[in-house]
């Protein structure tokens, strides 16, 4: 069984900067594609960024690129993601997720596995 544990959320002043982590149990975790998804607060839950097993290959909604950056480290079974100039409708309820196979897609469908969430509040 997989579990998915985000940290790192809290509340920040726009502009200000936040990373958050994922940190995954079970084995293969470098084998898997892993993402970040979000929810604001009334709204669907969204993509916001992929990174391929090997970290080579990354995948970036059009209102986080230049400024959230995704990364990993297969050595601790963790995924980062680094948020900077943040804006208060970056406000939301952050997932970590595990893709069912290698792509690096942003289809809420093809991610089997789900962390519990973590809050990130920006303020104007």
């Known amino acids: 069984q997989v579990q998915l544990v985000e940290s790192g959320g809290g509340l920040v002043q726009a502009g200000g900067s936040l990373r958050l982590s994922c940190a995954a149990s079970?084995?293969?975790?470098?084998?898997?594609?892993m993402a970040w998804f979000r929810q604001p607060p009334g709204k669907e839950r969204e993509f916001v960024a992929a990174?391929?097993?090997?970290?080579?290959?990354?995948n970036y909604a059009d209102s986080v690129k230049g400024r959230f950056t995704i990364s990993r480290d297969n050595a601790k079974n963790t995924v980062y993601l680094q948020m900077n100039s943040l804006k208060p409708e970056d406000t939301a309820v952050y997932y970590c997720a595990r893709h069912r196979y290698g792509s690096i897609g942003s289809r809420q469908y093809d991610y089997d596995y789900w962390g519990q969430g973590t809050q990130v509040t920006v303020s104007s």
């Open positions: 079970g084995r293969s975790f470098g084998s898997y594609t």
């Open positions: 990174i391929s097993s090997s970290g080579a290959g990354s």
